[in-house]
């Protein structure tokens, strides 16, 4: 009986393994530059934090098997990039809802700086280097503004580790009407990027929940089922 039951937990121990592989490791990166007021800055982090908690956000993040790793940072000028959620393995509705109010609550790091995006990637990149273990790596990056500071995106993706890297973007319409291109056509990259658009920052809330739920189903454009993202 004793061995029977020793042979049993052998084999099932492999399976409980498996299904706790991080599928996902998502770095969430927040614009806290000069154009980014203070009452923007509030419905941006009170916009993520809903998002998370979002009933299809917290599904999907919980309901597929393995995990998703989350970290989350404010970036601005070339040095001014600050974590606000260091990497947790999100395993249960609780440990969300602790990261939620962990941005909910988090003070604004700067604002008076000004839109350094190839600096805010590097920082992304290094702070990759210390995700767990996932079967995808990718970088969420809002803003509402273009590089206007430091190296532009291409070159920090010809000298930061992005090999394997999906970078999507959430330009947030309103304070330059240049964003949309610059995030398509200068900061998306790697396999089935996108980019999403919030009407303001009083649409992030929104545009963040369909953002996260396009990048945890791994889901593109045309795949089926993507037309049920909430919205």
């Known amino acids: ?67 998703v790793a989350l970290a989350v940072y404010e970036w601005s000028g070339r040095r001014q990039s600050v974590v606000v959620q260091d990497w947790v393995e999100l395993q249960t509705a609780a440990q969300i809802a602790d990261v939620a109010e962990r941005v909910r609550v988090a003070s604004r790091s700067y604002s008076r700086y000004p839109t350094a995006l190839g600096y805010a990637l ?3 990149a290094t702070m990759l280097r210390e995700a767990p273990a996932c079967d995808r790596r990718t970088i969420d990056v809002s803003g509402d503004g273009i590089t206007n500071d430091g190296f532009w995106p291409h070159l920090a993706y010809k000298h930061f580790p992005f090999d394997g890297v999906t970078v999507n973007g959430l330009a ?30 009083a649409g992030f809330r929104e545009a963040m929940t369909r953002k996260l739920y396009r990048e945890i189903n791994d889901q593109v454009v045309g795949q089926a089922g993507s037309g049920d993202a909430p919205g």
């Open 122 to 124: 590097g920082f992304g």
């Open 172 to 201: 947030v319409l309103g304070a330059d009407p240049a964003v949309v291109d610059h995030y398509e056509f200068e900061l998306r990259r790697g396999p089935g990027a996108f980019v999403e658009t919030a009407q303001g920052y």
């Open 1 to 67: 009986m004793v061995r029977a039951l020793a042979l049993f937990c052998a084999l099932c121990a492999p399976v409980a393994s498996a299904a706790q592989d991080c599928r996902l490791a998502l770095l969430l990166a927040l614009d806290v530059s000069s154009s980014v007021d203070d009452g923007e800055y509030a419905l941006q982090k009170n916009g993520l934090a809903d998002a998370l908690l979002d009933p299809d956000i917290t599904g999907a993040l919980l309901g597929q098997g393995g995990t």
